[in-house]
């Protein structure tokens, strides 16, 4: 089926682009449907990638597998990293409840460990109820990624995590990385201890950056930067219940210095000077999105669900999606954008 796909690609010239991968937790598999998708397109070659949160953790995962076995190792890398994922959380109480599972819904509103969760996290912090800081990312990911290959390997990695003290983000590249760095990028200061590195603690990357775009314009050769968006920017109506109203916040916030640093680009693009340096990387930029109605259909809960089904639900949703861009505006990469980030000044 893969190979059909591949075959009926329009023939193009090898194309180098790069990557911005959102945040999301569980909704991270997306992302992997995505990348398992256009890693079959032998013409796209990757450059870059910039990533936060679970975005990083695909990065990174998908860096290290092609360091080891190009395009075949990154998709067979990706595959196991998730597989680990909902190995780990087989067992777990945080699982869908009887209501959920009758009628068919994704999400864990009605779970009974989730809604204890959900109301002592507003009482209580990790330190209180977590006092060791026990998180089970961190054996995942110290056994899925060879942590020295993503050094010496061909893609450029730029993962960002919050500086709790000063607020903004730091971005890591590829030798920092480490398993503390890939949780930092996804801490959650409401679920996980902050992570300590270098002597400052970190939160999720998503409050400074979700993703970075910036290193991708200045440390990489690409023109063309492929965001992959899994965090809904518009949504209609007002939401009401408690637990939408904490979702929208978070989106909003997570979205918020996504779309300002989309909106220099589009500015930069109309005042750089092609002929000048840095201001012709500036004002060559063109951008692409690759995203799914469906993820707005899916709230916060289903974030923290990591039962395989949902998992490969989700990344048969990223391949479909990504199939679609690729069928739509493959043949624009490397000739003109097919986000139109210019209306983003026009709302400014």
Sequence with gaps: ???DRIRRMPQQDARLVDLALQGGGAHGAFTWGVLDRLLEEPWLQ??????????????????????????????????????KVSDAARFSPLRRGPIDLLLGRWTLDHSPTFIAMDLMARL???????????????????????FDRLTAGPIK???????VRTGQGRVF?????????????????????????DGESYWDGGYSGNPTITPLV?????????????????????PRAARDIINRLNEVSFNA????????????RHVADPGDGEGAQW?????????????????????????????????????RAAEGFLTTDGRNIGTRSTLDIDRLLESA
């Design 1 to 3: 089926m893969a190979d």
């Design 46 to 83: 990757i450059d870059g990638i910039s990533g936060t949160s679970a975005g990083a953790m695909n990065a990174a995962v998908l860096a290290d597998g092609y360091a080891e076995g190009e395009a075949r190792g990154a998709r067979a890398a990706l595959e196991a990293f998730w597989r």
């Design 124 to 146: 209580f912090s990790p330190y209180d109820l977590n006092p060791r800081g026990f998180n089970p990312l961190r054996d995942i990911l110290a056994d899925s990624i060879h």
């Design 157 to 163: 990695l730029f993962v960002t995590a919050t500086n």
């Design 173 to 197: 590249r590829n030798a920092e990385i480490t398993p503390d760095v890939l949780l930092a990028s996804a801490c959650l200061p409401t679920l996980f201890h902050a992570v300590e590195i």
């Design 218 to 238: 200045r440390e990489c050769t690409s023109q063309d930067t492929i965001l992959v968006q899994i965090n809904p920017v518009e949504r209609h109506g007002t």
């Design 257 to 268: 210095v996504l779309l300002k640093e989309l909106r220099m680009i589009a500015l930069l």
């Design 283 to 319: 004002a060559g930029m063109r951008i692409h999105r690759v995203s799914s109605e469906h993820m707005v259909d899916l709230g916060y809960s289903s974030k923290l669900n990591a039962e395989w089904e949902f998992l490969t639900m989700l990344r048969d949703k990223g391949r």
